[in-house]
């Protein structure tokens, strides 16, 4: 590694999953990186410097972005809700990007599938994303406010996470806990329609590799997912990686859910997104897997990865 890499500079604004992530990868390379949380939180590294700062608010920000190369955005709204979203996204974008571009450095953004005007048919990176209403439309505002914003960015998409330190979402804490505890797994939607999962260490390989080249800015790209699987096959994939028996698999049925949600928030928020688990939700990254000169990890081996993360937390 030349120097002139051991010595750049980068920043991570946030420290869930993919932020955290970004960072471990970045500093494991040589490079220098400053974490950004309103917590101070990070990962333990001699290349890493945490420090607590609310990246919403430009007050705080004052030089955090100095003399870095890229900015990597990955925090995210304070509930699963489209109203907080609404309130909290955009400002935080338009504050970043206006923070970085004053720094010169471009802002690499994770970003979800949820904008895709069509998820029924597979979704590749030329696909339309002008989704309306709700969480969906908030995802499409905050790309075209990228697109029109005059610092250079980057959005790497990637379907649901899996993987170390993924712990709120469906191939997260509610499907790795029960099957190492050998007990039943309740999903939603449908256990047997494909569904892409990501595994969150090649969407953050994917946004280093698309901040350090500057022939991929300024559009959207894929983040590496392997083939869909359904709910039923990743929960087997954790099965098999664990060595414990495959577990029992039901699905509580969209009009369950939606019956909830007259009731509870938080289930109907979750009713929104019924759609990815009825019916067939696919992405497609070969696109930008031959951009970039990367591949998806293969799912026995995240599964394995995932598991004895998962293991670790619980000695």
Known sequence: ??????????????????????????????????????????????LIDKLTVDVSDPAQLGGAFHGAAAVFHCIHGSQYNAKVWENELPAADQTVLAA??????????????????????????????????????????????????????????????????????HAGERMVRPVLAGKPLQVIGSADQPHSFTYVPDLAAAMITAARTPSLWNRVWHAPTGPAVTQRDIAGAFAAAAGVRVPRVTA???????????????????????????????MDSHASEAAMGLQPTPLQEAATATVTWWRDQER
């Open 1 to 46: 590694m030349s120097q002139h890499q051991s010595s750049e500079l980068y920043v991570v604004n946030g420290a869930g999953p993919v932020g955290w992530t970004v960072a471990k990868q970045l500093a494991a390379s040589g490079h220098r990186v400053r974490v950004l949380t309103r917590s101070g939180s990070g990962p333990a590294h001699p």
């Open 100 to 169: 970085a571009g004053e720094a010169g450095a471009v802002v690499v953004f994770p970003e979800s599938l949820y904008s895709y005007s069509s998820p029924e048919a597979t979704m590749r990176e030329d696909s339309p994303r002008a989704a309306q209403g709700g969480k969906r439309g908030v995802r499409t505002e905050l790309l075209m406010a990228r697109a029109a914003s005059a610092t250079d960015t980057v959005s790497v998409v990637a379907s649901d996470f899996f993987g170390p330190r993924v712990r709120g979402a």
């Open 252 to 282: 509580v049925p969209g009009w369950a859910l939606r019956m909830m949600g007259l009731f509870a928030p938080g289930m109907r928020e979750l009713a929104e997104t019924l759609y990815q688990f009825e019916h067939p939700f696919v």
